[in-house]
Nanobody, 119 residues
Framework: QVQLVESGGGLVQAGDSLRLSCAAS????????MGWFRQAPGKEREFVAS????????YYVDSLKGRFTISRDHAKNTVYLQMNSLKPEDTAVYYC????????????WGQGTQVTVSS
């Protein structure tokens, strides 16, 4: 199994930046892709970004390209989400997820971290 723990959320003002972290433990060698998702109040969870754990290739939802950056640190088994120029509509619970080899869906999830952006 893979355990994921997010951190770095908080209350910020519009225009501020925030960096989320996701620390992975357990069978991390079985991880193919790490992703960030978010869920705003009253809305469905949506994909934000993903990164290939081994290759480092990244993918973003079009609406967030240029403001959000996903990265990973193998030595720390950690994935990051750098969020710049935050907007009130970025307010959501942000979740880290892992997709292991051979799986077509993300099969491990963190508990989420709240990000609130005030106007």
């Amino acid at each position: 199994q893979v355990q994921l723990v997010e951190s770095g959320g908080g209350l910020v003002q519009a225009g501020d930046s925030l960096r989320l972290s996701c620390a992975a433990s357990g069978r991390t060698l079985s991880t193919e892709t790490m992703g960030w998702f978010r869920q705003a109040p009253g809305k469905e969870r949506e994909f934000v970004a993903s990164i290939s754990w081994r290759l480092g290739s990244t993918y973003y939802v079009d609406s967030l390209k240029g403001r959000f950056t996903i990265s990973r640190d193998h030595a720390k088994n950690t994935v990051y989400l750098q969020m710049n120029s935050l907007k009130p509509e970025d307010t959501a619970v942000y979740y880290c997820a892992a997709r292991t080899f051979g799986k077509s869906i993300y099969d491990y999830w963190g508990q989420g971290t709240q990000v609130t952006v005030s106007s």
